[in-house]
């Protein structure tokens, strides 16, 4: 693998631009801005290294799907999975650096995207072309599914697989994210959690009301607060009557793969600004909620006036987002039903639940053998041992590739605790991108002799 892991250290500047201007086009699903033009610049890097690449429309109007395929030596065929929308960059003023402009400086690559997804696709791109102007050719055959919708939930993601089965067909699947932790070591992914996206609104009054009558005129904001405040209580548990019954307990090898990841808890705390954990959990505790436990998270809150200044209103309207984390094997369509039950019987049932989005949870089992043979790999390339995570705390639209195709699904990647996904300054470090890299190539070797 010298020659291989050689062409990417000459390169990197060349992988590096491609990742800016990559990173330029501001795909960003929730607003529905450059998809397209994403889709395409996709399309052609991906023929341009001789693989059949083809934009494939979702079902029900969803953002199109990068398929590519390229056929190698060995029969085996690995199968990326990926994203091309990435979140929106608002705030704007917490940005060092325009987000849609990835910017370098001391040694990390800032911008929209660097880390989720677009770095990994390129670094993933970059392992095939360093195997094919080395070698001449693929160790394994390979296949991109590259969706524009993650972001946003994945609608429609479980339709698209069952239509094209035989397309996705392959023998395992490496997921879209992945990285270090906080001492370097890089981590093996397993599964991610399902998710259940819902907008909870309210209307007390035709319109807002001078707040002196609050005395004897429903206030939205509070109908709200109160109802918000039923679903989960000061300990932190879902009050949502069986929220927990479908939760499937981790298995003993799940647990001690837990137990055995690094201690971080205090790494986490300091990079957050936490004094503490929710319950005063510590130690392992923490991680085994973090990854096995689902949630119940206001996203946000909107009501009445929040400008600069006072201004004494009685709203008449509330709106506020929520997620649910699921685990196996809840199911966000049960959860959402379970949800509205809970709000009728408290007495809220003017309050209007709209679903957004509703992804199911996925995993691979500990005991996979392809779970040894990557941990191999990543210590190959890594020279530490990899912490395998049994699951991730986040979503993505595993379910069908587990489930539907059978495969096992795995996820490692550029990322480090601190890439900020999801916010501004989110960043990669050259170093990860191009172990990264590397170790997508090396998979690919060690995939293709079977």
């Known amino acids: 693998m010298d020659d291989v892991y050689s062409y990417l250290d000459a390169h990197l500047n060349e992988a590096l631009r491609e990742l800016q201007e990559l990173c330029a086009l501001p795909s960003v699903s929730a607003k529905g801005q450059a998809i397209e033009e994403t889709a395409g610049w996709l399309v052609d890097r991906l023929r341009s290294l001789g693989l059949d690449a083809q934009v494939l429309p979702k079902p029900e109007g969803g953002h199109p799907v990068v398929y590519a395929f390229a056929a190698g030596d060995s029969t085996r065929t690995l199968l990326f999975y990926d994203h091309y929308d990435v979140q929106p960059e608002e705030p704007l003023e917490e940005w060092s650096s325009p987000p849609f402009q990835a910017t ?21 791109l970059w392992a095939i072309r360093a195997w094919q102007q080395t070698r001449g050719r693929l160790p394994c055959s390979v296949k991109f599914c590259i969706e524009g919708d993650e972001e946003i939930g994945s609608p429609y993601m479980e339709e698209f697989v069952a239509r094209h089965r035989d397309l996705l067909r392959a023998d395992a699947c490496l997921w879209e994210g992945g990285g270090v932790t906080w001492d370097g070591r890089p981590q093996l992914t397993l599964g991610v959690k399902g998710l259940l996206y819902v907008e909870l609104a309210v209307r007390t009054l035709a319109r807002d009301a001078h707040s002196s009558w609050g005395t004897v005129l429903p206030n939205a904001a509070w109908r709200l607060v109160w109802a918000l405040s039923t679903i989960k209580g000061p300990d932190e548990r879902v009050r949502i009557p069986g929220f927990y019954e479908r939760v499937r307990p981790p298995t003993p090898e799940e647990v ?5 990841m690094p201690a971080e808890e205090e790494d986490t705390l300091r990079a957050y600004g936490a004094a503490r954990y929710v319950g005063g959990e510590t130690g392992a505790e923490v991680r085994r909620r973090h990854i096995f436990e689902p949630t119940a998270t206001v996203d946000g809150l909107v009501a009445g006036y929040t400008g600069p200044g006072p201004k004494t209103v009685l709203p008449a ?7 649910f984390r699921l685990v196996p094997d809840q199911d966000p369509e049960d959860i959402l039903a379970k949800l509205r039950q809970h709000l009728e019987r408290e007495g809220f049932g003017d309050i209007e639940v709209r679903y957004l989005s509703g992804v199911r949870p996925g995993r691979t089992p500990v005991t996979h053998p392809i779970v040894g043979m990557v941990r191999d790999v990543l210590a190959q390339v890594y020279g530490r041992e990899p912490v395998v995570v049994p699951s991730m705390a986040g979503t993505g639209p595993m379910y069908p590739f587990v489930a539907e195709l059978g495969l096992p699904v795995f996820d490692f990647g550029i990322g480090y605790p601190d890439t900020r996904i999801h916010a501004p300054d989110e960043n990669i470090r050259l170093e990860d991108f191009l172990r990264g890299a590397k170790a997508v190539a090396a998979l690919m070797g060690r995939f293709g002799e079977g």
Do not use: F, H
């Open 104 to 124: 370098l400086r001391t040694g990390r690559l800032y911008g929209r995207g660097v880390s989720d997804n677009k770095g990994n696709i390129v670094a993933r």
């Open 256 to 260: 001690a793969a837990v137990e055995a």
């Open 317 to 323: 309207q509330a709106l506020a987002k929520m997620d």
